[in-house]
């Protein structure tokens, strides 16, 4: 899952970046809306679910629902807010909102808040992945592979575990260095240029682990690919 977070209170958004990068999540935070807007408007990056507060510089939150939903765009919005009266929660919820949550809040509320929304989603995302022996299950954050000795964890860091999640969402296809970068890294890291191959020959060295040192493929020149002639080995 990718969210969008845009928040301009420094603490709550460090919080929540924080709490939901722990559950494996890509999170791409920022403070103002108009500059949000722009990444949004772009269409370069698909968001699972959008999180805007009511108040911030640039562009509002409000008006980021209302231009999301001008352009027909179905992203699942969830309003964060310190208003608390009924006409408001209907000022945000007609803008184009599809969830409401006021301030303060708990991280576990949000993190089901956003489960919800996600299970709502017209583009409503599976709870398991299956590509070959592989199995990632999204309830639970894990990815796990079929061994002859029964199916077994594997064990990953949560760049690796949002790396092989987006190369078993594209399975047989060539993802370029740029490609991975733009899609399984934050908007606002700064990663140093060899993080890709890095990543991955990391991720090699744990997959070998159960037998798929083969999977991921390298095209020299070009980039990556998940191979299904090797996963279901």
Not at 17 to 39: N, P, T
Not at 138 to 165: C, H
Request: with cysteine; net charge negative; charged share 25%.
């Amino acid at each position: 899952m990718r969210i969008l977070l845009v928040e301009d209170e420094p603490d709550l958004g460090v919080a929540i970046q924080q709490s939901l990068s722990r559950e494996k999540y890509i999170v791409d935070w920022f403070q103002d809306g108009a500059v949000a807007w722009d990444y949004l408007d772009s269409r370069q990056i698909h968001y699972t679910v959008a999180i805007f507060d009511w108040l911030l510089p640039g562009v509002s939150g409000l008006e980021l629902c209302q231009r999301v939903r001008s352009r027909n765009d179905a992203l699942p919005i969830l309003i964060l807010t310190a208003k608390d009266r009924i006409e408001d929660r209907v000022t945000g919820l007609d803008a184009g909102a599809d969830d409401y949550l006021i301030k303060p809040f708990g991280i576990a509320e949000l993190k089901a808040r956003l489960r919800a929304l996600n299970r709502r989603s017209p583009h409503l995302q599976p709870q398991q992945l299956q590509v070959g022996n592989l199995r990632l299950d999204y309830g639970t954050s894990t990815i796990s592979v079929q061994t002859p000795k029964g199916e077994q964890l594997v064990q990953l860091t949560a760049k690796e575990f949002q790396l092989l999640e987006y190369f078993m969402q594209h399975p047989n296809q060539l993802l370029s260095r740029d490609q991975l970068m733009t899609q399984v890294w934050e908007i606002e890291s700064d990663p140093i240029s060899n993080v890709v191959p890095a990543q991955i020959r990391l991720l090699r060295r744990k997959l070998a682990d159960y037998g798929c040192d083969e999977l991921l493929e390298t095209v020299y020149g070009l980039g990556y690919r998940l191979s299904l002639a090797h996963a279901s080995k």
